[in-house]
């Protein structure tokens, strides 16, 4: 399984699309195998989930996402967790057992990161 984690300098980012990085760790029998930082290659509607896609992630974790990326991600299957915080092998290591679950953080304007939450 491969999961994605925004990311900001080590930290879970607080919105996907304004990330400075993806964290993908591949994953197998609940353990980490691999992990590389790959920069945000710029946020523009309905890129990054597809991008994501072509790089075979299976899961994405975010502190908080749009409603469009959030329908992308799951016409493709994707596994989309919100609401994350705190460090990315933390929280990775927190979804692989089972105890990291989605709050449901939906970003509804596409102005600024604080905007983001409930």
């Given at each position: 399984?491969?999961?994605?984690?925004?990311?900001?300098?080590?930290k879970?980012?607080?919105?996907?699309?304004h990330?400075?990085?993806?964290?993908?760790?591949?994953?197998?029998?609940?353990?980490?195998?691999k992990s590389?930082?790959?920069?945000?290659?710029?946020?523009?509607?309905?890129?990054?989930?597809?991008?994501?896609?072509?790089?075979?992630?299976?899961?994405?974790?975010?502190?908080?996402?749009?409603?469009?990326a959030?329908?992308?991600?799951?016409?493709?299957?994707?596994?989309?967790?919100?609401g994350?915080?705190?460090?990315?092998?933390?929280?990775?290591?927190?979804?692989?057992?089972?105890?990291?679950?989605?709050?449901?953080?939906?970003?509804?304007?596409?102005?600024?990161?604080?905007?983001c939450?409930?």
């Amino acid at each position: 399984m491969r999961i994605a984690v925004a990311s900001e300098n080590g930290k879970v980012s607080e919105h996907f699309g304004h990330c400075k990085d993806f964290v993908i760790f591949d994953t197998e029998n609940g353990q980490v195998n691999k992990s590389e930082a790959i920069p945000n290659p710029g946020h523009k509607p309905g890129f990054l989930p597809n991008f994501l896609n072509d790089l075979g992630v299976n899961v994405i974790i975010s502190g908080g996402m749009g409603s469009g990326a959030i329908d992308i991600f799951n016409e493709k299957n994707i596994e989309v967790i919100v609401g994350a915080t705190g460090d990315v092998k933390i929280a990775v290591d927190a979804y692989l057992k089972g105890l990291l679950k989605s709050t449901g953080s939906v970003c509804h304007e596409h102005k600024h990161h604080d905007e983001c939450g409930e």
